[in-house]
């Protein structure tokens, strides 16, 4: 059974920069697409960064192209999101997620979860 486990997330100063690390158990994970989103307190959870299987092409929400970057090491069946220039608006738990459909922007195409890490930037 494939489970989704983050870390990395914790307070942060605006400005500084951060790593969340996402990681697949099992054999099959260069088998899926992988994405990050990310719930604010009220808001509905939202499309942050996604990669494909081999890493040849990734997407980003406008609000954080340039500052994040989304990875993958195969071998160690691991997703990162590297987020720098944090800005309180970024506060949100972020969550890891993987889909065999493709890479899609859409919270429905994603059917393995993580539990979610909180990552917390005071201006």
């Known amino acids: 059974q494939v489970q989704l486990v983050e870390s990395g997330g914790r307070k942060v100063q605006a400005g500084n920069s951060l790593r969340l690390s996402c990681r697949v158990s099992?054999?099959?994970?260069?088998?899926?697409?992988m994405a990050w989103f990310r719930q604010a307190p009220g808001t509905a959870r939202e499309f942050v960064a996604g990669?494909?299987?081999?890493?040849?092409?990734?997407e980003y929400a406008d609000p954080v192209k340039d500052r994040f970057t989304i990875s993958r090491d195969n071998a160690d069946n691991t997703v990162y999101l590297r987020m720098a220039s944090l800005k309180p608006e970024d506060t949100a738990v972020y969550y890891c997620?993987?889909?065999?459909?493709?890479?899609?922007?859409?919270?429905?195409?994603?059917?393995?979860w993580g539990q979610g890490t909180q990552v917390t930037v005071s201006s």
């Open positions: 997620a993987a889909s065999r459909r493709g890479l899609e922007r859409e919270e429905s195409n994603y059917d393995k």
């Open positions: 099992g054999r099959t994970f260069e088998m899926y697409y």
């Open positions: 990669i494909t299987r081999y890493g040849g092409r990734t």
